[in-house]
């Protein structure tokens, strides 16, 4: 049984020297945008607040995403005169849509028959008159009527298939809620926690609330807003999931200044108190200027973990955050553990890690790295045989790969006790630690 630890989480990092913590570099998706704006209804994705979800049982990835509707500005304003005038939203509606792919590549936007726009129900709609739905699937509700759960600006749902949605009014939480709210069940706290916004001193910020049963929920409360020394860079939104003994979020960061949005990455160890990491550093870049992804960056929720590599869908705007731009769905990818890692200064750098004590939880300790341009050792502080010198250096990109201190020697001796690791990296980025056999 693997056990394995993000080094991000900075608990598990008693001191470093000579190194820092660096994003992990994505990889686009070269047929990007794999959504756009292509039905009638769909006259603005805007933000598009994507909802992507890999099911196992239908053997399909699936998608719930967020267009306008009904969007007045845009439909009422000729393409010329867009190049002369600015956009003002005016009237509008946001609908909640559903598409389906084999592959996450090719999707398709299936006629549902469900929900009515202009006189036919020929359309792929679940909802509308909402807002910024975030769509879970809840793999722990022994109810299946109860399977996929959603959070939307002033209520909650539930669906048995994600197609056909139960509303339910959500005063308590007291939140305006224009944003992408999201939601997961914590197996640690055995409460449902989701996110939305509240707006204080004209400024966007974060909110969580909790429910023991997804009927009652506490008020919204602030968790995370613009640092104090950058009261431009709003936080528009935070994409909430568990990883190991913490939890990621990944934030829309809006620059009230450029009216640009970017999508950077946030820590913490309860949901409540969040850490910023590489704060002003995209985790998602935008694209280059002229691209389909150049203004603005909004990540799903949520990211799909497969064996090897992280999927990162994305909605990517051509333009700035209040301009008539297009929208699209886009996918970038990372290495396993790989959201960000410790990596020397310099070129040709070396550095040294030394961990918290931990407790070793199997006989052999693995790595996951990017070392093939140059290596990593690691020792057992304090343990004969366990030193930098004996250690075989690791100088590839690996994922759990155990660490060697000669033939046949393993951490069994320290299986339930606690120790402290030591590592020195020559040119490399160190993820994440596991104990694994």
């Known amino acids: ?102 592959d996450g590549i090719v999707w398709e936007k ?35 009527a109860r399977r996929y759960k959603a959070l939307t600006s002033v209520r909650t749902a539930t669906s048995p298939d994600g197609l056909r949605w139960t509303l339910r009014e959500c005063p308590d939480i007291g939140a305006i809620g224009d944003t992408h709210n ?66 990621l979020g990944i934030a829309a960061v809006l620059d009230t200044e450029s009216d640009c949005v970017d999508c950077e990455l946030a820590w913490s160890p309860d949901t409540i108190v969040w850490r910023r990491v590489a704060e002003g550093l995209p985790l998602i870049p935008r694209g280059e200027e002229g691209s389909w992804d150049h203004g603005c960056i909004y990540a799903a929720a949520y990211p799909i973990i497969t064996e090897k590599e992280l999927l990162l869908y994305y909605a990517g705007g051509n333009d700035t955050h209040m301009s008539w731009r297009k929208t699209g769905l886009g996918l970038a990818r990372l290495r396993p553990d790989g959201f960000a890692g410790w990596r020397p200064v310099g070129t040709r750098g070396k550095g040294e890690l030394v961990t918290a004590s931990i407790v070793c939880s199997a006989p052999d300790l693995t790595i996951s790295a990017d070392a093939e341009d140059g290596s990593i050792r690691a020792e057992v502080v304090g343990a004969e045989g366990f030193s930098l010198e004996s250690c075989r250096r690791i100088s590839a990109n690996v994922t759990d790969c155990a660490v060697n201190w000669g033939e046949g020697t393993t951490l069994a001796p320290f299986v339930g006790k606690t120790i402290t690791l030591r590592f020195e990296l020559l040119d490399a980025t160190l993820y994440s630690i596991g104990f694994s056999g």
Not at 4 to 19: G, S, Y
Not at 30 to 40: A, C, F, K, T, V
Not at 66 to 72: A, G, K, R
Request: glycine share 4%; aromatic share 12%.
């Open 182 to 247: 999201n939601l997961f069940w914590d197996e640690r706290t055995r409460r449902y926690v989701g996110f939305t916004r509240l707006w204080k001193d004209r400024q966007r910020i974060v909110a969580r609330t909790e429910s023991p049963d997804f009927v009652s929920w506490t008020k919204a409360e602030e968790v995370l807003r613009a640092s104090d020394d950058s009261p431009h860079r709003q936080v528009y939104e935070l994409i909430v999931f568990p990883c190991s003994s913490g939890y």
């Open 110 to 144: 299936p006629a549902l028959g469900l929900v009515e726009f202009e006189g036919s129900t020929d359309n792929n709609l679940v909802m509308r008159d909402i807002h910024g739905v975030g769509v879970y699937y809840d793999r722990f509700d022994p109810d299946p």
């Open 1 to 102: 049984m693997q056990r394995t630890f993000p080094l991000l989480d900075p608990r598990l990092v008693e001191r470093t020297e000579n190194l820092r913590l660096v994003l992990g570099c994505v990889r686009k998706e070269e047929r990007n945008p794999l959504l756009i704006e292509d039905q009638p209804w769909e006259v603005r994705f805007d933000n598009l607040y994507p909802n992507v979800h890999w099911s196992q049982e239908k053997g399909l990835f699936e998608c719930w995403y967020n267009p306008f509707i009904v969007c007045e500005a845009t439909s009422d304003t000729p393409d010329e005169e867009k190049r002369r005038i600015p956009y003002r939203p005016g009237e509008r509606e946001m609908g909640l849509c559903y598409a389906q792919s084999r």
